[in-house]
Structure formats: C-alpha cells, structure tokens
C-alpha cells in the first residue's frame, strides 16, 4: 500500500475538498520513502488556492534529511523541522501535531520531536487534499516529492506522544481515536481514484495527476479495521 512520486515528473494525488474545517486542533501524518538523491518535497497537505500566498498546513521533507510540518496562514510561515534526519532509501512515520495557531509539533519515527511556537493567527481557508505536491490560484506548485508515499491519516484533535509513537511501530491509524479520524488514505495504488477509506466513503477520493504508480515493499502498518 504506497505511491512512488517522480518530482520530475510533477505526480500527485488530489482531491479539491477537504475533510478539515480549517481550525485547530489537527493531526495529519503518512508514512514516507524519499528515493537516494532527497529533494525539497510538499509530501502531504491541505491548501488554499484562492490567490498565491501558497496558505497550507502540511508535512514536507527537505533536501538535508529533515521533516517539516508547516503552518502557512497567508502572511506568516509557521514551521517546526526535526533535527534528527531521514535516511533516503528507507520508511520512516512523520506526524505533525497543529494543537494551536502558536504550536505545531513535527515528529520522526514516533520521536525526535521538535516544537514551534511562532503565531500565525489568520483564518485558514484550505481547499484542496494533496499528496506529493502543493497548490495555489496558479495551478500545482513545486516543490514535488520524490519517492514513495503511504498511509496518510487526519484528525480532529492534536494526537499526542503516545498515539504518535504507537502509529510509527506500525499501528494502523484507524486504532487511534477513530472517533476523530476524519481522514485515512492507505495509498493501495491498485485503484484510480485513490480512495479514502474512512468513514466518509466515496468522498475525498484522490485524483491521480500525472499517474504515479504503485510502490513496492511499504511500510507494515498492522491491525487494520474500517
């Protein structure tokens, strides 16, 4: 259950809804696979294409190995990144924690934790559900993940140390407070649209632009219930 996303290539997965009322608390997180040369890379997010200010709350990896999440309100980016780093070739779980307009927690592996406390208080108006790349009022924007993609999950509440350490051993997303999972996309890469399993069926079904294509060998992610 993964996508393999070729930046060059420009490939994502998207949907022009989304299943977040633009408020917080929110947890979002997914599984990734940066193939051996790693790029600057929008893996996972929510954005608002009404105009170019590039607002979004969402998980990117960088160039040097770390992981970010990313709360941009418009004006102000919003940006907590791990210092502990991701080895390209190899899964690892990110998870972001947005539990306010001033604190947003990125984690590595279920650890490595890193909090970012600077305030960005505008109204969120995201609009679009993407996987692998970014997007504004112009079309998609760069920069575009480069590598394998898996088990992208979103709640209501900010999970915390223990559910996200949970969710990196291998539990599957839909075991961590189900009653405010308003997201879950295993990413099968069977299946054209790519589905949202959870709860809201049918709805927040994945587009495929530019067909990325199935990835081998993903993560292990066990106990799975719908």
């Given at each position: 259950m993964a996508r393999n996303f070729v930046s060059a290539s420009n490939q994502s997965l998207y949907v022009n809804a989304?299943?977040?009322d633009n408020t917080f608390p929110m947890t979002m997180c997914c599984w990734v696979r940066p193939v051996a040369t790693m790029?600057?890379?929008i893996a996972f997010g929510m954005h608002y294409t009404g105009d170019t200010s590039a607002?979004?709350?969402r998980i990117q990896?960088?160039?040097g190995g770390a992981a970010r999440a990313e709360h941009r309100?418009?004006?102000t980016a919003a940006v907590a990144e791990t210092t502990a780093l991701i080895?390209?070739?190899s899964w690892h779980h990110v998870a972001a924690v947005f539990a306010s307009t001033s604190s947003r927690t990125i984690y590595l592996d279920g650890a490595n934790s890193v909090n970012n406390t600077t305030s960005a208080t505008n109204t969120m108006n995201t609009d679009y559900l993407i996987v692998g790349r970014g997007r504004v009022s112009t079309g998609f924007t760069s920069p575009a993940y480069n590598g394998d993609i898996s088990h992208c999950a979103i709640w209501n509440v900010a999970l915390n140390a223990e559910e996200i350490a949970a969710i990196a051993s291998g539990v599957c997303p839909t075991n961590i407070r189900p009653q405010n999972l308003i997201y879950y996309a295993p990413l099968e890469g069977v299946a054209s649209p790519e589905n949202n399993v959870w709860r809201?069926?049918?709805?927040y079904n994945l587009t495929l632009d530019n067909a990325p294509v199935h990835a081998g060998n993903p993560p292990k992610v066990m106990n799975m219930f719908f």
């Amino acid at each position: 259950m993964a996508r393999n996303f070729v930046s060059a290539s420009n490939q994502s997965l998207y949907v022009n809804a989304v299943p977040w009322d633009n408020t917080f608390p929110m947890t979002m997180c997914c599984w990734v696979r940066p193939v051996a040369t790693m790029v600057n890379g929008i893996a996972f997010g929510m954005h608002y294409t009404g105009d170019t200010s590039a607002e979004s709350a969402r998980i990117q990896t960088r160039s040097g190995g770390a992981a970010r999440a990313e709360h941009r309100d418009g004006t102000t980016a919003a940006v907590a990144e791990t210092t502990a780093l991701i080895t390209a070739g190899s899964w690892h779980h990110v998870a972001a924690v947005f539990a306010s307009t001033s604190s947003r927690t990125i984690y590595l592996d279920g650890a490595n934790s890193v909090n970012n406390t600077t305030s960005a208080t505008n109204t969120m108006n995201t609009d679009y559900l993407i996987v692998g790349r970014g997007r504004v009022s112009t079309g998609f924007t760069s920069p575009a993940y480069n590598g394998d993609i898996s088990h992208c999950a979103i709640w209501n509440v900010a999970l915390n140390a223990e559910e996200i350490a949970a969710i990196a051993s291998g539990v599957c997303p839909t075991n961590i407070r189900p009653q405010n999972l308003i997201y879950y996309a295993p990413l099968e890469g069977v299946a054209s649209p790519e589905n949202n399993v959870w709860r809201a069926g049918g709805t927040y079904n994945l587009t495929l632009d530019n067909a990325p294509v199935h990835a081998g060998n993903p993560p292990k992610v066990m106990n799975m219930f719908f």
